[in-house]
């Protein structure tokens, strides 16, 4: 079975700052996906970034980065000039054609 | 385009009694699923359906849950005899299985749903 680890329950940072989430996972398939979902208040979740286990090269999506070290099986996000809008809950997920697996979130405030 | 609907909002619900929970997909979204997200914690799997038939229904807690997909566009998840323990917000979201896009779900803003 797959499971996703997030050691940060919470982070704080300043507006502007760059902050960088933690994701951990384990599992004994080769090709697979993994997510970053940003969950704001209003709780519709939105998909931040995805990484095809198979692509070596990390993936980035205009300020949002991964780091994807697949032989430690670790997945963090980079938020680069974080904005007021980017406070919210992220959770790490992984998946594949069916179901996703979420870790525990990690809730963001960015302070202005 | 429009994203997923869910319907309705909020839900409250008194211990015993049956409730319906309606998904609207992506138009075209072959792939259909139902999470469950708890106070504080990650959503957790429920079922999958790809087209009408139930592909993976292993989330499922016990038998009070069930959840159909008749025309393989519209789901409703429905539980009977509602526990205070099945309060929780219901997610649903949906997805094209086609190359590139492979396994990116889109979610919808889900259903609360409280049994008092």
């Known amino acids: 079975a797959q499971t996703v680890t997030q050691s940060q329950p919470e982070m704080s940072v300043q507006e502007a700052e760059t902050v960088t989430l933690s994701c951990t996972y384990d599992?004994?398939?080769?090709?697979?996906?993994l997510f970053w979902y940003k969950q704001p208040p209003s709780r519709q979740m939105i998909l931040v970034i995805r990484?095809?286990?198979?692509?070596?090269q990390n993936a980035t999506e205009n300020r949002f980065s991964v780091n994807f070290q697949k032989a430690a099986k670790s997945f963090s996000l980079k938020i680069s000039d974080s904005q007021l809008g980017d406070t919210a809950m992220y959770f790490c997920a992984f998946g594949g054609d069916q179901k996703l697996v979420f870790g525990q979130g990690t809730r963001l405030t960015i302070n202005p | 385009g429009a994203g997923v609907s869910q319907t309705p909002s909020n839900k409250v619900t008194e211990k015993g009694k049956y409730v319906e929970l309606r998904c609207d997909p992506i138009s075209g979204h072959t792939a259909l699923y139902w999470y469950r997200q708890s106070l504080g914690q990650g959503p957790e799997f429920l079922i999958y359906f790809q087209g009408t038939g139930a592909a993976d229904d292993s989330g499922l807690p016990n038998d009070r849950f069930f959840a159909v997909r008749p025309e393989g566009s519209v789901s409703t998840l429905k539980i009977q005899r509602t526990e205070r323990g099945d309060s929780a917000v219901y997610l649903c979201?949906?997805?094209?299985?086609?190359?590139?896009?492979?396994?990116?779900?889109?979610f919808g803003p889900g259903t609360r749903l409280t049994v008092t």
């Open positions: 990484q095809e286990a198979y692509k070596q």
């Open positions: 979201a949906s997805s094209f299985l086609r190359q590139g896009k492979k396994g990116e779900q889109y």
């Open positions: 599992t004994s398939e080769s090709n697979y996906y």
